[in-house]
T-cell receptor
Framework: GAGVSQSPSNKVTEKGKDVELRCDPI?????LYWYRQSLGQGLEFLIY????????KSGLPSDRFSAERTGGSVSTLTIQRTQQEDSAVYLC????????????FGSGTRLTVV | AQSVTQLDSQVPVFEEAPVELRCNYS??????LFWYVQYPNQGLQLLLK??????LVESINGFEAEFNKSQTSFHLRKPSVHISDTAEYFC?????????????FGKGTRLSVIA
């Protein structure tokens, strides 16, 4: 597509529920990144996919967080047993091959855990 | 691991005044450097980047940043700001020699331009 598409744009969920956030990157971009943006905290790296290689999961804050990327395209970030501290904007970005090209970000999913 | 420090969380400045947003990164290894901008209620956009070559890089809307290896800095400047420059600005770094590592971002600087 023309840009990085994320859905839903807003999600309100009850504490303890599972949520799935979707990212559809730019066609042909092999690299896909998930970040979390909290007020005053900047962007926190979560996970990175590059082609068919094993993902870099080093930024995932706990084992409640997981992500997959199917067919080298669409990615889903799953948060199990959500907690109030998970409330944030979850951003997806893609780039052709490597980070030096610069990222194209999606508009994000604003997650609110109540 | 790299880290990025943006020394000012908020910068208020009057319209048509100059501005400098400061960015320092932690390691003096070869790096790629970026500035991203997030306008109110919009997503992040790439403003400018340094990969190699000239240490002074420019954006299409009048911003410039200078890579200073000895000071591990990549400060963003504009000689005369407009109301439309009001936004949050994020500095980011990636190690050139560590392969395709994700960008590390600073916490952002909120630029408020006052009429």
């Amino acid at each position: 597509g023309a840009g990085v598409s994320q859905s839903p744009s807003n999600k309100v969920t009850e504490k303890g529920k599972d949520v799935e956030l979707r990212c559809d990157p730019i066609s042909g971009h092999t690299a896909l990144y998930w970040y979390r943006q909290s007020l005053g905290q900047g962007l926190e790296f979560l996970i990175y996919f590059q082609g068919n290689s094993a993902p870099d999961k080093s930024g995932l804050p706990s084992d409640r967080f997981s992500a997959e990327r199917t067919g080298g395209s669409v990615s889903t970030l799953t948060i199990q047993r959500t907690q109030q501290e998970d409330s944030a904007v979850y951003l997806c970005a893609s780039s052709p091959l490597w980070a030096g090209y610069g990222y194209t970000f999606g508009s994000g999913t604003r997650l609110t855990v109540v | 691991a790299q880290s990025v420090t943006q020394l000012d969380s908020q910068v208020p400045v009057f319209e048509e005044a100059p501005v400098e947003l400061r960015c320092n990164y932690s390691s003096s290894v070869s790096v790629y450097l970026f500035w991203y901008v997030q306008y109110p209620n919009q997503g992040l956009q790439l403003l400018l980047k340094y990969l190699s070559g000239s240490t002074l890089v420019e954006s299409i809307n009048g911003f410039e940043a200078e890579f200073n290896k000895s000071q591990t800095s990549f400060h963003l400047r504009k000689p005369s700001v407009h109301i439309s420059d009001t936004a949050e600005y994020f500095c980011a770094v990636s190690d050139r020699d560590s392969g395709n590592t994700p960008l590390v971002f600073g916490k952002g600087t909120r630029l408020s331009v006052i009429a």
